[in-house]
Nanobody, 119 residues
Framework: VQLVESGGGLVQPGGSLRLSCAAS????????MNWYRQAPGKGRELVAA????????NYADSVKGQFTISRDNAKNTVYLQMNSLKSEDTAVYYC?????????????WGQGAQVTVSS
């Protein structure tokens, strides 16, 4: 099983980035997919979520209207489009796959991608 994030980097305030997470080794289309982030000295925060078929999305209040999560089940990939980036968006962003029903619950994590917003 692998979740490989890409697309992170250094961007100026107000800029945009698109993160990608390529999945392999499991039935991607059966898993809900999430993006988390962890800023220096802080806990891991759920940023965005999308259901297995892509029919429903949810966002943290802090990124609503700014970030967009999407997925392509044919490519086994989930994306996070990040616009109007601010310094407080600086964090390591993690891709997460979760299957809850039917049990057992299964969770996979990527290795993380650094996003730094700075001038």
């Amino acid at each position: 099983v692998q979740l490989v994030e890409s697309g992170g980097g250094l961007v100026q305030p107000g800029g945009s980035l698109r993160l990608s997470c390529a999945a392999s080794g499991f039935a991607f289309s059966r898993y809900d997919m999430n993006w988390y982030r962890q800023a220096p000295g802080k806990g891991r925060e759920l940023v965005a979520a999308i259901t297995s078929a892509g029919g429903s999305t949810n966002y943290a209040d802090s990124v609503k209207g700014q970030f967009t999560i999407s997925r392509d089940n044919a490519k086994n990939t989930v994306y996070l489009q990040m616009n109007s980036l601010k310094s407080e968006d600086t964090a390591v962003y993690y891709c997460n796959a979760e299957h809850s029903w039917p049990p057992p619950r299964v969770v996979y994590w990527g290795q993380g991608a650094q996003v730094t917003v700075s001038s």
